[in-house]
Protein backbone atom coordinates (compact mmCIF):
# COMPACT_ATOMS: atom_id res chain seq x y z
CA UNK A 1 0.00 0.00 0.00
CA UNK A 2 1.35 3.14 -1.04
CA UNK A 3 1.47 6.45 1.64
CA UNK A 4 -0.93 8.38 -0.46
CA UNK A 5 -3.25 5.97 0.06
CA UNK A 6 -2.91 4.88 3.02
CA UNK A 7 -3.02 8.82 4.30
CA UNK A 8 -6.44 8.92 2.34
CA UNK A 9 -7.87 6.06 3.87
CA UNK A 10 -6.91 7.10 7.46
CA UNK A 11 -8.42 10.96 7.13
CA UNK A 12 -11.46 9.19 5.73
CA UNK A 13 -11.84 7.34 9.03
CA UNK A 14 -10.36 10.12 11.22
CA UNK A 15 -13.40 12.18 9.67
CA UNK A 16 -15.39 9.61 10.54
CA UNK A 17 -14.44 9.70 14.26
CA UNK A 18 -14.70 13.29 14.29
CA UNK A 19 -18.44 13.14 13.92
CA UNK A 20 -18.63 9.87 16.13
CA UNK A 21 -16.26 12.58 19.37
CA UNK A 22 -19.28 15.42 18.05
CA UNK A 23 -22.52 13.21 18.51
CA UNK A 24 -20.62 11.81 22.07
CA UNK A 25 -19.76 15.22 22.90
CA UNK A 26 -23.74 16.05 22.52
CA UNK A 27 -24.41 13.28 24.62
CA UNK A 28 -22.23 14.02 27.33
CA UNK A 29 -23.75 17.81 27.20
CA UNK A 30 -27.45 16.36 28.30
CA UNK A 31 -26.11 14.33 31.59
CA UNK A 32 -26.22 15.66 34.74
CA UNK A 33 -23.56 17.28 36.14
CA UNK A 34 -22.16 14.12 38.20
CA UNK A 35 -22.31 11.79 35.47
CA UNK A 36 -21.07 14.05 32.99
CA UNK A 37 -18.10 14.98 35.23
CA UNK A 38 -16.59 11.37 35.24
CA UNK A 39 -16.94 11.16 31.12
CA UNK A 40 -14.74 14.61 30.66
CA UNK A 41 -11.63 12.14 31.46
CA UNK A 42 -11.85 9.95 28.64
CA UNK A 43 -13.32 12.91 26.41
CA UNK A 44 -10.47 14.88 26.63
CA UNK A 45 -8.85 11.62 25.89
CA UNK A 46 -10.82 11.24 22.73
CA UNK A 47 -9.73 14.63 21.62
CA UNK A 48 -5.98 14.28 22.28
CA UNK A 49 -6.17 11.27 20.30
CA UNK A 50 -7.79 12.80 17.27
CA UNK A 51 -5.29 15.41 17.46
CA UNK A 52 -2.48 13.26 17.90
CA UNK A 53 -3.95 10.94 14.36
CA UNK A 54 -4.65 14.42 12.57
CA UNK A 55 -1.00 15.48 13.68
CA UNK A 56 1.04 12.06 12.09
CA UNK A 57 -1.37 12.13 9.13
CA UNK A 58 0.44 15.56 8.28
CA UNK A 59 3.37 14.50 8.75
CA UNK A 60 2.94 11.92 6.21
CA UNK A 61 1.21 14.38 4.05
CA UNK A 62 4.14 16.31 4.05
CA UNK A 63 7.10 14.51 4.23
CA UNK A 64 5.75 11.00 2.63
CA UNK A 65 8.91 8.92 4.07
CA UNK A 66 9.99 6.14 2.00
CA UNK A 67 9.42 3.96 4.93
CA UNK A 68 6.33 4.87 6.82
CA UNK A 69 5.69 1.67 8.85
CA UNK A 70 6.55 2.87 12.02
CA UNK A 71 4.14 5.97 11.70
CA UNK A 72 1.44 3.40 10.31
CA UNK A 73 1.86 1.54 13.84
CA UNK A 74 1.53 4.82 15.75
CA UNK A 75 -1.61 5.68 14.05
CA UNK A 76 -3.14 1.95 14.07
CA UNK A 77 -2.13 1.83 17.77
CA UNK A 78 -3.88 5.60 18.47
CA UNK A 79 -6.45 4.04 16.45
CA UNK A 80 -7.06 1.44 18.54
CA UNK A 81 -6.72 3.38 22.12
CA UNK A 82 -9.44 5.98 20.46
CA UNK A 83 -12.13 3.12 19.43
CA UNK A 84 -11.66 1.43 23.36
CA UNK A 85 -11.90 5.12 24.79
CA UNK A 86 -14.71 6.03 22.66
CA UNK A 87 -17.05 2.80 23.36
CA UNK A 88 -15.91 2.68 27.35
CA UNK A 89 -17.30 6.62 27.22
CA UNK A 90 -20.67 5.25 25.24
CA UNK A 91 -20.93 2.66 27.97
CA UNK A 92 -21.23 4.70 30.56
CA UNK A 93 -23.32 7.17 28.74
CA UNK A 94 -25.92 5.11 28.40
CA UNK A 95 -25.87 3.77 31.91
CA UNK A 96 -25.90 7.36 32.95
CA UNK A 97 -28.10 9.12 30.97
CA UNK A 98 -31.84 9.01 31.32
CA UNK A 99 -33.58 7.44 28.26
CA UNK A 100 -34.90 10.39 26.67
CA UNK A 101 -31.53 11.05 25.18
CA UNK A 102 -31.34 10.98 21.52
CA UNK A 103 -28.92 8.90 19.60
Known amino acids: MDVKDYCKGVETELTSWKARLYDV???V???PGSAKEKVLGNIGDLNN????MEDRIETLRTECPSDWSPVKKDIDDAHVDMRSKYEETLEYIGKAAPVSVPG
Not at 49 to 52: R, Y
Open 49 to 52: LLTE
Open 29 to 31: EKL
Open 25 to 27: NRK
